[in-house]
């Protein structure tokens, strides 16, 4: 039995046929075709999450220097991910910056009585998103002119 088995593997050609190597390498394209475009908006969908985590960062700040002075700061910076730096109303007050993400730009309205933050980022998916006190969070509505 084992020398009829041995017999003809030996007589058995080895190794995989044109067709078979063909149908592998579509399959592969086929997958390829389909990963590809997955991963490149995961990476947009990465962008969108770091301007959301700036945009948080930088409004517990503006809140924490709002519970300190009882007045909303300025805010300036936060252009192309160079730090966004919050002062404080009154003399002798000190700024505070706030890192925020490569590529990411972040801008603001500041009322009396509320904010609103603005932070996009070119190599997302393009969509603004905001950050708005007044609807309580993150959003992507387009911040008023003013502030109240």
Known sequence: MISRIRKSMDEKDQGFTLIELLVVMIIIGILAAIAIPVFLNQRKSAVDASIKSDLRTVATSIETIM??????????????????????????????????????????????NSYCLTGSNPAGTGNTITYNSTDGGLGSNACPGTMP
Do not use: F, K
């Open 67 to 112: 519970v300190d002075t009882q007045a909303y700061p300025a805010l300036t910076g936060g252009s192309n991910g160079a730090d966004v730096v919050l002062t404080p109303a009154g003399t002798g007050a000190t700024a505070t910056n706030v890192a925020i993400s490569s590529g990411n730009t972040i801008a603001a309205v500041i009322g009396t």
